[in-house]
Structure formats: C-alpha cells, structure tokens
C-alpha cells in the first residue's frame, strides 16, 4: 500500500534506499557546521565537505530526512508563505546520495520506480525536465524507464545547479504532477502554470568542478545529490491540490483558528494569515529545539523575525491573547513522534515563544502609537520607520500596512539605507571571524591529508614529540618548500603535541626545533582543514625545509592553565544546570590560558544569590579531586550515557566523551585535567546579558583564582583602612553611609523645591496670552520637569514650555506642562511637545498633562522652543474659539 501520512512516507523513503545499500543518516541540526549558512537549507548541507572532497565519506551511499530552514539571506521564501503551495521557511526534505558511487542509469529508474510502484502516482499525470546538455539523462527517462517522450521537456538554468560560484556542480533532472486544468493552461513545466505543474522531485548529477574563470572540470568521481519534498510528495499522496490540507498543517490550522477566532475558508487574506500562524508555528518550535534563542542578530533574527511576523497576522486577526505557544503545543503534539528532540524541549520551546511573545505584544501597542502621531502629519520618512524599528523592534512591513490603510506611505529605501548604515559594522565584524583560512591553500591541504592522512595528536599523552617529520610549509599564501630566520612560516607535521584551536580551546604554543639547528617559536596553532594541523610559527633562528626531522614542543604552562580552565567549564555548566533549570545550553565559550568565557542561554538575570550557589557547587565538586575519565566511544554509546554536545561542535560517528567527576558527563575533544583537584579553586568573575536570552559567565581558575581573590582582600584592606573599620564591619558602615547620603539628597531636593517656588512666580508673571515658554540651560530633566510644574501651580491657567541644554552639553531636554482645566478642555502636553521634541532629535511619552522628552540635537534648542511656544499659543486659541 503507498503511504498516506508523513510517518509513513518518511519510513517507506528510507526504506527503500536502505534496501538499495545506503546508510540511513539522521536529520542533522537545523544550526549547519558550514559557516556560509544561517541554517540548514537542503538535504545536502550535511554532506558538502564529501561533495566538496574536504572529509572523506564513511559511506558511499546515504540517505536522510532532514528538517531544513529557509529564512533569512538568499534563501528567503518568507513573502510568498501562505500563498502559495511551494513556499515554507521550515520543511522537511527526503534524500538520498551517492558519493562517487552510483550515478544517472540508477538514480532516475529508482526514482521512476519509487514514485510510481512505491507511492502510486499516476505516471500518465508526470512530467519531467532535464538540462538542455543532457542526453543521458532524457535517453534513460526515454528509453530504460519508458517515459513518454512527449512529456520530457529541457530546460537551460532551472535544471542545473552548483554549490556556490565555484566547486561541484551539474545538471539535474525533476519530476512534476499535473495538478488539472482547474490549476492553469496546459504546456508542461517549461510553458504551462506552475501552480498547476507542482515539482516535487529533484536530482542533481554532481559530475564538473566549476573553476574561478568560469570554466568547468570533469569530476574525478561524479556524484548524486536527490532532494524530495515530504510536504510537496504528501499532498499528492493524500489526494489534496492544496498543501495546507495535509496532516502535517491542519492540526496547526485549526489551532490557528481557535487562538483567534477566526474560520479557515471564510476571507482570502484571513486565510492567508492563518497559514502563516500555521507554518510559522512548525519554524519557530525547531528553530528553539535546536538552541536557537531569539535576538537581534543572525540566527537569532530571524527566528525573533518568525516569532514576530507570527503575532502581528494574530494581532491582524484580532486575537486577544497570546497565539505563539498553542501553535508550538500542536507542532510538537504531530511531529514530536519523528523528531524526539522536540519533544524533549518542549517546555523550553513553549516558555520561549511565551516571553517574546509578550515581550512583543508591548512593542506593538506602544509602536501602533507612535506610528499613529506620525500618520496624523503625512507619509513615514525612512527615518521614523526605522526609529520604529531599530528602538521599538516594530516591523517595517507592519508599518507598511498601517501606513497603506490610512492612504499613506513608507520611504523603504530610506529605511533600506538605516538598516545597512546600521548592519555593515556588525556584519563586517563577523564575516571576518566566518571566513576561516587562506583560501588559496586549501587544494593543497587537501592533497597533503589525501597522501599523509590526518595529523596525529600526540598531545594527550606527552608535551614534546620528537621524531616528527615536517611534511610541507606554507608562506605568503604559497608553499614554500623551505623557510629561514625572520620569515613567518604555517608548518605541517605528521605528528605534533600542539592543540589546534576548536571547540572554544585556545590553540597551544611553544616551539619547534629542526635536527639542523633550526628554531621556530609556533604562536598559535589552527586547522588548514579538518585534521590537518597548522603551526603558525616565525623562524627564530637557522632554516627549516619539508622533509626535516623536528621536535615539537609545547608551552606546558600554558597548556596547564588551559587544561584547568577547559574543565572548569564542564564543571561550570553542571552547576549552572543545577541551579538555573535544564534547558541551559552552552552557546559559544572561550577557554584562555588566563579566563574562561561560557556562553549560555537563559531567560532572566541571574541574581547574586544564584551565582553565589554556582561557584560554591562547583568548588564542591573541585575539592573532591574525582577523577576526570576522557575517552573515545561510539555516539550511540555517549547518547546512551546522557553525554552533552556542545554548541557549534561537529562529532562523527566516533566522538570523545568528558567524565569531569560524578555528574558532568559531554562530548568534547579538547584537553583536561586528569582530576578535579587539579583546576584548584573557581573564582566568577562576571555575568551579564549578551542579548536577548542569552547570558555570559566569565571565570578564573587555578593561581589566576587566587591572584583575584588576593586583589580582592587588598581592595577589602583598603576601603577598611579608608572608613577606619574591621573589614567584618564595612556593611554596616556602608548602610549608614548610604542612609547618609540618601538624605542629603532629600534634603537638596527640597532646596531645589523651594528655587523653583520662587523662580516660578517671575516666570508666571512673564506669561503671554497664558503661554510661558523661556530656555533655561544648565539643568536637568528632574529639575525642568520640578520648574514647570512650580510656574504651572502659579499659573493657575495656562501652558508651560521650557527647554534647556542638559549640564552636560549634549543633550536637550523639554517639559510641557498644561494646566487640568485646559486638559479638560482637549489640550494636550504631549502634542504640543511633540513637534519641538522632533527637532531635538527624540520624543516625549503621551502624557495630556506634563511631558518630559528631548534628544541630542543640542543646536536646535531655540527652535525647538519656537516650535513648542506657537503649539501651545495656537492651542489656547483654538480652544477659545
């Protein structure tokens, strides 16, 4: 019988090309190793180092379900969702792979095969395209599987497909369904609708390498690259012509429907909005899952973007109360059962989408204000809509569409150019850090790992390995051959005690002496590729040539401090764990020779109490001197075990696991101590928000501990000595102190009261036609806020403006302050204000009563108070009308 539901369609895939001799390869993480990806965006992302020949593949043949992502960069589907029934940000995608192995005459007879006997479609409503190049492929469609010849169509661009502007590439072939008449004109996937040919099957043969210059090599060993779209495939075997109709998205629509009280079928866009709930509702659950936390930048905007552009179409239909956390319920209620991981975060996934949500739901009251005022004056400058943006986290598309309701508009390449002023400094930043290695080398790495193999890491076990044999040298972007005294020189050894930088662990240094007199001193060491060491060294004496023996030689300290600070973070996460909750993640950490950085996500800040019990568990476990078990074992196994993965890390089927003492149990292949005692005590240094949901802990270790807590006990010493008390006695002396200083400020308070009294009576009798405006520079906004309401009481009717730079020099400030009988009567401070505050460069709040507001734009001062003075003078007359 075909499959009828995802599960099993999923398991007859897989199914099916196992029994063909491929390896079933579980999806992979939506967070993707290749650093030019935001997520997982294809079947194939997982398998790039194969196709690209940078790793060897453990298997010739493969086949996956991979949970993929499209959002964000170049790989943005995320305007056409809900409209159509090709677009997602999140799906899943069947595949299967051929490294090298078999090619055209077995991939497309299995796919006719599997389509048609496996998934029964109806052959007589297939089509096929292949590239305009390739007769093999429209021979065997022709000829071995027997497809009509008159419904193979050629096709130029759309049916080839490459890697990136170099590399693997060729052309591809695709099955399509006929959807009917009902869905567009006749003429097959080259000319007829594409709502009514719906593409569902893809196969990509890998067999040029595209050059620079644009021109293409025969691959040695031509490979297969098959993606299939369960989602697409489902609809079809269940009968639908819209895909929002399978399994896989009523059960969200539906959610989606009671969440905001609308009916699915009733109004196109209502329609529209309700799909996007849905599909919306599926990203941001495994977005989450997979320690994805929302913020302000990469992988974190987009899925904060997803979680938003959700609420705003709840927001659109009218819901009242929170949409997001009902939509990852049900996402995870249907496909929990295929991807366990999402089950087991589900209080995780819920608690996330919850706070952004309401977190969100404030931004848009407060935005929809603000954008109100502006639409009351005209069309929104790209200025405001960013100020929308950037400050209030308003979408711009949200802004566009009230905006458009109220028959005005939105200068987007005003705002296009805030966003990039904006993101280029950042982005630049971290394109830097992505782009990993001299790319001119990378050919010949990899030949030195195809004729040598990986270096081998003889680290774990000595300090200094003698016997090595430098197997090339690299310098000046070049292989070099030889290098001599002051030249800067990358070396390759075949085997070494150096650690190349991974995993958060710094690289070692130390030097390396050649059998010749050579001396180089290695400042760092990195990876040229995966398992091919670098030692980033200056020739300090004699010359070194490929093919020399030589004795590589770490700096033991060093290594030591880092052993015990590596380990300490093991520790460290345990601990946080304990006290914070389980669904802390390590996101990113440093290991230094001097500190350890973890990062790590969690919800709120963590209060003094917190990081006190931190510490103190993790000294606990430190002066127990447990032994610390580091060793290889299968995956399976160290899943079986409970063992951690941390963040960013890549582990193959063999991985190394970290037995730091009785409770921390994670994968990790840097280098650690052999026993707790050995890291001696923990000092926290700091913690602090790094962004949104995200923390960061920094902490000493070893000697470096007790330096700072000897720092401490001086500055302790000193503020004793200072105050002429017992250091067990300086809280108390502090308190009083405080109370001290607290009420002096009362009391200045009440001085400056009583000055604005009297200086209030002079102004108020200045009034004019009841309007006071007058510039006051020097003070600060509390005590232009105190004067105004002094001259408004003396007032006894009217309106007061004042404006003042700020004592510092750098900011202006405004209060408007109107008096209750003038409020009653429709006059408001906030309006009055608000031109005069845009001057300054800021805003003011809505209060009608008494506005305090101001910006930076310090040369605008007396305009501003020209502005706010004709407000409040047009005001009074308006209202004696």
Known sequence: MPPTTADQLRRAFLEFFESRGHTVVPSASLIPHDRTLLFTVAGMVPFKPYFGGEETPPYKRATSVQK?????????????????????????MLGHFSFGDYFKAEAIPWAWELVTDGFGLDPDRLWVTVHESDDDAERIWRDVVGFSPE???????????????????????????????????????????????????????????????GTRLDLPAPSVDCGVGLERTLMLLQGHTSIWEIDLFRPLIETAERATGTRYGGDTEDDVSLRILAEHGRTMSFLVSDSVVPSNEDRGYVLRRIIRRAVRHGYRLGAEGLVTPALAETTIDVMGGAYPELEKARD??????????????????????????????????????????DTLGFPIDLTREIAEERGRTVDLDGFQAAMAEQRARAQQAHREAAAGGDDANVGLYRELLDEFGPTEFTGRQEYETTG??????????????????????????????????????????????????????????????????LHRAEVVRGVISEGDEATATID?????????????????????????GPHVKQSGSLVAPDRLRFDFSHHQAVTPEQLDRIEQL??????????????????????SLGAIAFFGEKYGDLVRVLEAGEHSVELCGGTHVHALGFIGPIKIVSEGSIGSNLRRIEAVTGD????????????????????????????DRIERLVEQVKS???????????????????????????????????????????????????????????????????????????????????????????????????????????????????AAVDEALALARKEATDALAGSSD
């Not at 993929?68 to 409209?83: E, M, Q, T, Y």
């Not at 661009?157 to 502007?165: L, R, T, V, Y």
């Not at 309007?771 to 001259?791: C, Y």
């Open 704 to 731: 470096a501990a007790l330096a700072r807590i000897h720092e401490e006990e001086l500055q302790l010493r000193r503020a004793s000595e200072l105050l002429k008390v017992g250091p067990a006695e300086l809280p």
């Open 348 to 389: 995780l996934v819920v608690a996330t989408v919850t706070r952004e949500e309401e977190r969100f739901r404030e931004t848009l009251r407060r935005g929809v204000e603000l954008l109100d005022e502006q639409l009351q004056s005209g069309d929104v400058s790209g200025k405001d809509a960013f100020f929308l943006h």
């Open 556 to 580: 033991g300290q060093r290594r030591d401090r880092i052993r015990r600070n590596h380990t300490a973070t093991h520790v460290l996460h345990w601990a946080l764990r304990e006290v914070l």
């Open 468 to 533: 090595a044999r430098v197997l090339a040298l690299f310098g000046g972007g070049e292989r070099v051959g030889r290098a001599g005294e002051g030249d800067a020189v990358d070396v390759v050894l075949d085997r070494t005690p150096f650690y190349a930088e991974a995993g958060g662990q710094a690289g070692d240094t130390g030097v390396i002496t050649g059998a010749a007199g050579a001396e180089l001193r290695v400042k760092d060491t990195q990876y040229g590729l995966p398992g091919l060491v």
């Open 151 to 213: 419904r193979i169509q050629r096709l130029g661009a759309d049916n080839f497909w490459s890697m990136g502007e170099t590399g693997p590439c060729g052309p591809c072939t695709e099955i399509f369904y006929d959807l009917g008449p009902e869905h567009g004109p006749d003429g097959g996937p080259a000319h007829g609708g594409e709502d009514r040919f719906f593409e569902f099957w893809n196969t990509v043969f890998m067999m040029y390498d595209q050059q620079p210059d």
């Open 744 to 858: 002096l400020n009362q009391e200045l308070e009440r001085t400056r009261g009583r000055e604005a009294v009297a200086e209030a009576g002079s102004l108020a009798g200045e009034a004019v036609d009841g309007v006071v405006a007058a510039r006051r520079d020097g003070l600060s906004p509390d005590d232009l806020r105190r004067l105004a309401v002094a001259v408004r009481d003396a007032l006894g009717s009217g309106v007061v403006a004042l404006v003042a730079v700020g004592p510092g020099g750098d900011k202006a400030g405004i209060t408007v302050a109107v008096t209750k009988g003038l409020v009653d009567q429709g006059i408001s401070a906030a309006e009055i204000a608000a031109p005069a505050a845009k001057a300054l460069g800021g805003g003011t709040a809505k209060n009608p009563e008494l506005v305090v507001g101001g910006g930076p734009n310090t």
């Open 618 to 639: 993790a000294n606990e476990q430190i002066i127990t001197d447990a032994p610390v078990r580091h060793y290889e074992t299968t995956r399976e196994h160290a899943e």
């Open 68 to 92: 993929c992502v499209r959002a964000g960069g170049k790989h943005n589907d995320l305007d056409d969702i809900g409209r159509t029934n090709r677009h997602f940000s999140f799906f899943e």
